[in-house]
């Protein structure tokens, strides 16, 4: 039950970090025409802006975070074997194929490559190894 917890502390707390930095990046990409255009048309208020992120990005991430707490858990019982930093190899590996499977396609758009390299890099070092030691460090 920890490594399910710990999936939703974790993706909790990304969502904390995403909401206001994504909406100052969809606010800064309104210079150019596009679907930032009309995502947050001009005149959009950052902070309502970074509210509905905010509210988005918690239904999500906490979401995907419980499921990968419950494949952390099944894999504890089976494979609990350390390497790669990680208290649970399997786990990471398997969290960095789901980041680099997300983060591919959006490699092909040279506007968003940045944003999509940082955010599947975050994701995989919060899911794949902070939320391993978390959740092993639960009592």
Do not use: C, K
Request: aromatic share 8%.
């Amino acid at each position: 039950m920890g490594e399910v917890f710990a999936g939703f502390i974790v993706g909790y707390a990304l969502s904390l970090a995403l909401a206001p930095l994504a909406a100052i990046a969809l606010l800064r990409a309104n210079a150019q025409p596009g679907v930032a255009q009309r995502l947050a048309p001009e005149g959009t208020n950052v902070v309502a802006l970074a509210v509905v992120l905010h509210l988005f990005g918690v239904l999500v991430l906490t979401a995907v975070g419980i499921v990968l707490g419950m494949a952390l858990a099944g894999l504890e019982d089976r494979r609990p074997d350390a390497g790669l930093g990680s208290p649970n190899a399997v786990f990471t590996v398997m969290v960095i194929a789901l980041a680099a499977a997300l983060v591919i396609p959006a490699i092909a758009v040279p506007a968003i490559r940045p944003y999509a390299l940082a955010a599947g890099a975050v994701f995989a070092v919060v899911f794949g190894w902070a939320m391993p030691w978390l959740a092993q460090a639960a009592p």
